[in-house]
């Protein structure tokens, strides 16, 4: 295990007779950035937990960082750093004092503090706002300030709980920024993500979770080689009426599709060609659109289900 960061052997969570994470097996590399995807209740948090020596392990194996979190919780958690999902800022103090404040539950000099402190506002953009009290600030300055107390102690491992949910999509890509500038620094990121573009573009590798057990796992690129085609064609229709009619006549199209509630997804290799199909057949429909299979689609396919569910 000492090769991995992280490293879990039939990991168990149950709270009473429910399973919320159902003896999964995975391991996490060093200075690597590792995703958990999964629907609401697929079991990302509570493994989070876990990893994080906040909430005890029912059943299985699990080293953090090569300890073991039942008994060496302490050194663990003064190793790492946390960010979930709901801000727990204090926000009746300035940004300033919030890094403070967090510096001295790690027992660090002031000197020291304030010497981080400087350092990781200009990391994560919040110099001009240190004097600025909490509650006043924007989702996104919250999320970076969040990210900037995590990093006070200087972690190995940083813990990401739904990092950029709710934020606009100028937040998001800063954020983004900011933790690939510190993988880069060699820190080891682990994060759970409800957004396929955002695994997408910052994990070297993620599971996809449902249920509590893990349905795939690989790079964002070998999954959709794996479990996707290289193009889809969507194909969008007025009325739930026209969607119905069209079904049985595209299915004939194509292998492999895709029935939601607003469109049809069609999976192939030749995007232009299947959507000429799609033309041709008389099938109802309102606008087709030929793109890259992309890790969203992986979701859909392995868990049956939405983003919107």
């Not at 663990?76 to 300035?94: F, K, S």
């Not at 739904?162 to 999509?169: A, Q, S, V």
């Not at 994060?191 to 795939?216: F, K, N, P, S, W």
């Amino acid at each position: 295990m000492a090769e991995s960061l992280v490293e879990a052997r039939a990991l168990t969570k149950r709270f009473g007779s429910f399973v919320a994470v159902d003896a999964i097996d995975f391991a996490i590399r060093p200075g690597e950035t590792f995703g958990f995807l999964g629907p609401n209740g697929a079991g990302k948090t509570s493994t989070m937990r876990m990893i994080a020596c906040v909430s005890p392990v029912t059943g299985g194996e699990l080293r953090v960082l090569d300890l073991d979190p039942s008994r060496d919780g302490p050194q663990i958690r003064a190793r790492i750093g946390v960010v979930p999902q709901d801000d727990t800022l204090d926000t009746e103090l300035t940004v300033w004092d919030n890094l403070m404040v967090y510096g001295r539950f790690f027992d660090l000099p002031r000197p020291e503090i304030r010497r981080r402190a400087e350092e990781l506002l200009d990391f994560v953009r919040l110099t001009d706002r240190r004097a600025s009290k909490v509650d006043p600030l924007s989702g996104g300055m919250k999320r970076r300030l969040t990210i900037a107390r995590a990093l006070v102690n200087q972690p190995e491992l940083m813990l990401l709980d739904e990092p950029t949910t709710g934020l606009d999509p100028q937040a998001r890509h800063l954020l983004w920024e900011r933790l690939y500038r510190l993988k880069q620094r060699g820190v080891t990121l682990v994060l759970t993500t409800h957004y396929m573009d955002e695994a997408e573009q910052l994990c070297d590798r993620l599971v996809i979770m449902d249920d509590g057990r893990i349905v795939a796992e690989g790079s964002p690129r070998a999954l959709i080689d794996a479990h996707a085609t290289r193009e889809v064609v969507e194909v969008r229709f007025d009325s739930a009426d026209d969607r119905a009619a069209a079904e049985p006549i595209l299915r004939g199209i194509v292998e492999r599709v895709e029935v939601l509630a607003e469109r049809i997804i069609l999976y192939t290799d030749d995007g232009d060609a299947t959507a000429a199909k799609v033309g041709d057949s008389g099938a109802p429909q309102s606008a087709v659109l030929v793109r890259r299979a992309s890790l969203e689609d992986v979701f859909l396919i392995l868990t049956g289900r939405s983003l919107e569910d």
